[in-house]
DNA sequence: CTAAAGTGGACTTGTACGGTCGTATATTAT
DNA sequence: ATAATATACGACCGTACAAGTCCACTTTAG
């Protein structure tokens, strides 16, 4: 009905094992890769997502790796899927385009009712943190 | 984030302008894909699925179209998407899929957690019904 | 009989996602 | 210094799927 993106699947579990190791111990991509067979090059740029975005920090060169950034209780799960897929969208199309490009915007009538629906999805996501799925 | 399909949109829509008009009353593909600007042979297809899952009764010939099968009250947003979109999706894969050919299940490790956000999404949908979108 | 409606299969097309490759850059061990 | 090991990042590919289109068929009111 509706889905998470690879990336995000892949991105929840990369910090979840990231989580999961003594605080300030450093984790390589390869390293989560092989534990959970996915493939390394597609981690590698969710974690650079994420290190962009400021939820882990990376350390370059050899020995280098990744670490969370700041304590598992306080990213919520909506971060991460933010951090990662960037443009965030809407359920409907009207909701996440300005009025103006969207062609039914005057007749649209699921709008306004699918809005408390969408922000009880969102207020799925942003209640659960990393501490809840570690 | 989390987007539900132009077919799920469109059919949200239809089935709304069905119920707005006087219980019985028969009202044409056509005119709702005129009154929405929607393409006319898609939406079809959306109320054909939805004539198939009884939520609408359709009339073929002459004078024929749509009008609700049962009161409004009784159709959770849900179950119009259920009978649209067919197979419901989990929203990551190993949850919809047999433990068999999810090929990260013995370590895959966000699965449980996120059960219950998705519980969450379900229950967001599922306790909207069309009579509150009218 | 015919016009207006639904039914339904086949088809095209665009695009976003998952995945891959190659190269550059940084850091550390020796 | 230099080799080894890691991240950083852009370019590319292939496929699946969503969205949309086309067309032939059936049903029924008038």
Redesign the pocket.
Same mark, same amino acid.
């Given at each position: 009905m509706i889905r998470l !993106? *690879?990336?995000v699947?892949?991105g929840l579990i990369a910090i979840r094992h990231i989580a999961t190791k003594p605080a300030g111990e450093i984790?390589?991509?390869?390293e989560i890769a092989d534990t959970y067979g996915?493939?390394?090059?597609?981690l !590698? *740029?969710v974690?650079?997502k994420l290190?962009?975005s400021g939820l882990i920090s990376?350390?370059?060169?050899?020995?280098?790796?990744?670490a969370l950034a700041r304590p598992p209780v306080e990213i919520p799960v909506s971060v991460i899927i933010n951090a990662i897929?960037g443009t965030r969208q809407a359920i409907v199309q009207c909701m996440s385009e300005g009025p103006q490009t969207c062609t039914v915007f005057t007749v649209c009538t699921i709008k306004s009712p699918l809005t408390k629906v969408q922000a009880n999805i969102e207020r799925a996501f942003s209640t659960m943190t990393l501490s809840e799925i570690v």
């Open positions: !993106s *690879k990336k699947e892949y984790v390589t991509a390869k996915i493939p390394y090059e597609l !590698s *740029k974690l650079q290190t962009k990376s350390h370059q060169g050899m020995r280098g790796g990744y897929e």
